[in-house]
T-cell receptor, first 118, second 113 residues
Framework: DADVTQTPRNRITKTGKRIMLECSQT?????MYWYRQDPGLGLRLIYY???????NKGEISDGYSVSRQAQAKFSLSLESAIPNQTALYFC??????FGGGFGTDTQYFGPGTRLTVL | DAKTTQPTSMDCAEGRAANLPCNHS???????VYWYRQIHSQGPQYIIH???NNETNEMASLIITEDRKSSTLILPHATLRDTAVYYC??????????????FGKGTKLSVKP
């Protein structure tokens, strides 16, 4: 089974609808992230969480909110979806004590959710 | 985080070594070099990282120049499944609340039969 799972894998919705994307992980990592990727571009960070009580905005958080329900679960919500939120969304996890050496923080990504807002 | 420069695309023959260069001339002493790859529309996959010594794992080798201003990712025996976009990322040694990886446009590696 995959260590980082995302649901749904594909979603088509209409402008103005509320959408929730979910991420679960079995890696036991404290840190979780949400990124979006637009065609031909790199990934951009939306929100990240270093533990259950910690939530931080990334570079493009406007129009999004998150919830860290447990160590293993991190959800991304679009309160009122708009067409320019059409993108691939990736969840990632990391643990600064994993991957060798103090100061490293290797991130592991889920398979992605393809969201289309009409 | 320091900026990186990579070629837009590269080709490699199946079974041959793929050598992917990355320039990071403004890297500072407390920044790591990370490599990830993304196979079409899948989640990015961690490959390897290093600080100043050369590193090898089951996927690849990372060669970092002595002045740390450039590095090369080596896939020793490329297969068709290695066709992907490869991202070189320079990232601060973990301090406090640094969170994200900054992905550039990467190198599109095409492995050909």
């Amino acid at each position: 089974d995959a260590d980082v799972t995302q649901t749904p894998r594909n979603r088509i919705t209409k402008t103005g609808k509320r959408i929730m994307l979910e991420c679960s992980q079995t890696k036991g990592h404290d840190r979780m992230y949400w990124y979006r990727q637009d065609p031909g571009l790199g990934l951009r960070l939306i929100y990240y969480s270093f533990d259950v009580k910690d939530i931080n905005k990334g570079e493009i958080s406007d129009g999004y909110s998150v919830s860290r329900q447990a160590q293993a679960k991190f959800s991304l919500s679009l309160e009122s979806a708009i067409p320019n939120q059409t993108a691939l969304y990736f969840c990632a996890t990391s643990d600064p004590s994993f991957g060798g050496g103090f100061g490293t923080d290797t991130q592991y990504f889920g398979p992605g959710t393809r969201l289309t807002v009409l | 985080d320091a900026k990186t420069t990579q070629p837009t695309s590269m080709d490699c023959a199946e079974g041959r070594a793929a050598n992917l260069p990355c320039n990071h001339s403004t890297i500072s002493g407390n920044e790591y070099v990370y490599w990830y790859r993304q196979i079409h529309s899948q989640g990015p996959q961690y490959i390897i990282h290093g600080l100043k010594n050369n590193e090898t794992n089951e996927m690849a080798s990372l060669i970092i120049t002595e002045d740390r201003k450039s590095s090369t990712l080596i896939l020793p025996h490329a297969t068709l499944r290695d066709t992907a976009v490869y991202y070189c990322i320079v990232r601060l040694r973990l301090q406090g609340s640094q969170g994200n990886l900054i992905f550039g446009k990467g190198t599109k590696l095409s492995v050909k039969p």
